[in-house]
């Protein structure tokens, strides 16, 4: 049988002839390389020169918009800004400790209450609604680390009910609480 696949063949004349053409025509193929001496400006300007002829990718320009990577870039985007403003402010406490500057929260406070409604307004919501978010979809994510809502289906559904969470719960808090 193994006779039978050609297994066991010995090579023939024929075989070893087209073989060695074949390699042959490789070695046609194959480009002769030659190298010149250049300076490290020269061989940086031919990188340059070469990085010009690339095609730069599309990036987000040839894709539609989706919920998904909107939302999740929101995500990120908020935990970031509020973790910024958390350290911003405990830096802010440290450095006029040690400079012996009057800052406490009582001086916040009176800052505050000193601004015009509108400002106040404007400051309670830029502060309420990237909170909102961030917890509602800090909690979408959990309901995924335990398998649900996996499903494309569910994914839309549990990415609406944080938006509908966001602007219930941080209306309130800008605006009622």
């Given at each position: 049988?193994?006779?039978r696949l050609g297994l066991l063949k010995k090579p023939t004349l024929n075989t070893i002839y087209?073989?060695?053409?074949?390699?042959?025509?490789?070695?046609?193929?194959?480009?002769?390389?030659?190298?010149?001496?250049?300076?490290?400006?020269?061989?940086?300007?031919i990188l340059v020169a070469q990085?010009?002829?690339?095609?730069?990718?599309?990036?987000?320009?040839?894709?539609?918009?989706?919920?998904?990577?909107?939302?999740?870039?929101?995500h990120r985007i908020t935990g970031v800004a509020m973790a910024g403003a958390f350290y911003g402010l405990t830096c802010a406490y440290a450095a006029t400790s040690i400079l012996n500057i009057p800052f406490d929260s009582g001086m916040i406070v009176g800052a505050f209450a000193s601004l015009p409604v509108i400002v106040k307004l404007g400051f309670k919501a830029?502060?309420?609604?990237?909170?909102?978010?961030?917890?509602?979809?800090?909690?979408r994510h959990l309901i995924w680390d335990f398998g649900r809502e996996l499903t494309l289906k569910g994914v839309y559904r549990t990415g609406y009910a944080v938006l509908a969470a966001t602007a219930a719960i941080g209306s309130y808090f800008a605006f009622l609480w």
């Open positions: 049988m193994i006779a087209n073989a060695s053409k074949l390699q042959s025509s490789r070695l046609a193929l194959i480009r002769s390389i030659s190298t010149i001496k250049a300076s490290s400006t020269q061989e940086q300007d990085r010009k002829n690339r095609p730069s990718s599309p990036h987000l320009t040839i894709y539609e918009p989706q919920l998904t990577w909107i939302m999740s870039s929101f830029a502060c309420a609604y990237p909170f909102v978010y961030h917890v509602a979809n800090g909690i």
